[in-house]
Nanobody, 122 residues
Framework: QVQLVESGGGLVQAGGSLRLSCAASGRTFSSYNMGWFRQAPGKEREFAAATSWSGRSTYADSVKGRVTISRDNAKNTVYLQMNNLKAEDTAVYYC????????????????WGQGTQVTVSS
């Protein structure tokens, strides 16, 4: 069982930056693949970024070049650094964990956090 708690969301102006954090419980965090997803009002949950247990990262085209995912296994935490934010980045951002899946399909992830709101004003 893994519990995930996101933090770091907030209101930021377009062009600004935010760093989201996701703290995980459990002693096996380093063996999990971690992902960040987002969901805007009236839209489906969409993939943003993922990092495998070995540190290999993948990104959605919509955020590539502006977002960096990283993990600190000593702190059981995964981060999402977001730069040059745009109004269309406004969404609830969710952290997710998977013991085996590393892709961008939210159905492949087993554990989810409660989400953190990111609002970008234009």
């Amino acid at each position: 069982q893994v519990q995930l708690v996101e933090s770091g969301g907030g209101l930021v102006q377009a062009g600004g930056s935010l760093r989201l954090s996701c703290a995980a419980s459990g002693r096996t965090f380093s063996s999990y693949n971690m992902g960040w997803f987002r969901q805007a009002p009236g839209k489906e949950r969409e993939f943003a970024a993922a990092t495998s247990w070995s540190g290999r990262s993948t990104y959605a085209d919509s955020v590539k070049g502006r977002v960096t995912i990283s993990r600190d296994n000593a702190k059981n935490t995964v981060y999402l650094q977001m730069n040059n934010l745009k109004a269309e980045d406004t969404a609830v951002y969710y952290c997710a964990a998977s013991p085996g899946y590393t892709g961008g399909d939210y159905r492949g992830y087993t554990y989810w956090g409660q989400g953190t709101q990111v609002t970008v004003s234009s």
